[in-house]
């Protein structure tokens, strides 16, 4: 120490360790060794002593930002699904039978997520009757009809019969105008509601029951 105490030497390794340090903050590497200042029992360790705290404190601040973030990240995924779920509920309403009531706008990611939600339901629950209910649907387009033919012709696949209910009076026009969801051929009926679809299957689901009892007798 010279001239009182308006100077003093300090080694240039303690002064290139602060510079680490603050560089490894800067990049986030927050290894606690990494960020350790040995500290000498100096006026320049106060300074020291100073930023070795900051540092520890800085990196737990980020480290628990993160954590906070990577909650709230997995909290919204979580949200997601449960809104997914929710968009597409899948019900069984009589035994061997599914209904997938859709309400509101179907754009393409929905109706691939319908479709894949719906297929994995015929297939766990072995469904042999599927019911689409479009009462809550007021307007449908070439992308909502072609996803739902595919929806319909991927139910089918799995061996299930579909029947599409509560087709409304402005949607039938839609779908008239535009010679849109053609079921001639497809394999599938048209209902005006859930209740007569209900019944037709299990009419459907008796005169299986019949058939397979009768190949049974013989």
Request: with cysteine; glycine share 6%; aromatic share 4%.
């Given at each position: 120490?010279?001239?009182g105490?308006?100077?003093m030497?300090?080694?240039?390794?303690?002064?290139?360790?602060?510079?680490?340090?603050?560089?490894?903050?800067?990049i986030?590497?927050?290894?606690?060794?990494?960020?350790?200042?040995?500290?000498?029992?100096?006026?320049?360790?106060?300074?020291?002593?100073?930023?070795?705290?900051?540092?520890?404190?800085?990196?737990a601040a980020?480290?628990?930002?993160?954590?906070?973030?990577?909650?709230?990240?997995?909290l919204?995924?979580?949200?997601?699904?449960v809104?997914?779920v929710?968009s597409?509920?899948?019900?069984?309403v009589?035994?061997g039978?599914?209904?997938?009531?859709?309400?509101?706008?179907?754009?393409?990611?929905?109706?691939?997520?319908?479709?894949?939600?719906?297929?994995?339901?015929?297939?766990?629950?072995?469904?042999?009757?599927?019911?689409?209910?479009?009462?809550?649907?007021?307007?449908?387009?070439?992308?909502?009809?072609?996803?739902?033919?595919?929806?319909?012709?991927?139910?089918?696949?799995?061996?299930?019969?579909?029947?599409?209910a509560?087709?409304?009076?402005?949607?039938a026009?839609?779908?008239?105008?535009?010679?849109?969801?053609?079921?001639?051929?497809?394999g599938?009926?048209?209902?005006?509601?859930?209740?007569?679809?209900l019944?037709d299957?299990?009419?459907?689901?008796?005169?299986?029951?019949?058939?397979g009892a009768?190949?049974?007798?013989?």
């Open positions: 120490m010279s001239d105490d308006d100077m030497l300090v080694s240039r390794r303690r002064v290139e360790r602060l510079g680490e340090v603050l560089s490894f903050l800067s986030e590497a927050f290894d606690s060794e990494l960020l350790a200042i040995e500290q000498v029992d100096d006026e320049f360790g106060l300074t020291e002593q100073m930023l070795g705290n900051f540092a520890i404190e800085h990196a980020v480290q628990e930002l993160r954590r906070v973030s990577d909650d709230r990240a997995a919204i995924e979580r949200l997601r699904e809104v997914k929710l597409t509920p899948i019900i069984d009589w035994e039978v599914l209904t997938l009531p859709i309400v509101g706008a179907i754009d393409a990611s929905r109706a691939a997520d319908m479709t894949e939600r719906l297929l994995e339901r015929i297939r766990d629950a072995a469904a042999r009757c599927v019911i689409i209910d479009l009462t809550g649907v007021d307007e449908i387009g070439a992308e909502t009809a072609a996803g739902l033919l595919k929806m319909i012709r991927g139910a089918q696949l799995l061996g299930a019969y579909v029947v599409v509560g087709i409304g009076a402005s949607v026009r839609q779908l008239a105008d535009h010679d849109l969801l053609d079921d001639r051929g497809a599938f009926k048209t209902l005006q509601n859930l209740k007569e679809a019944r299957c299990i009419r459907q689901l008796e005169r299986s029951a019949s058939r009768r190949r049974g007798s013989r």
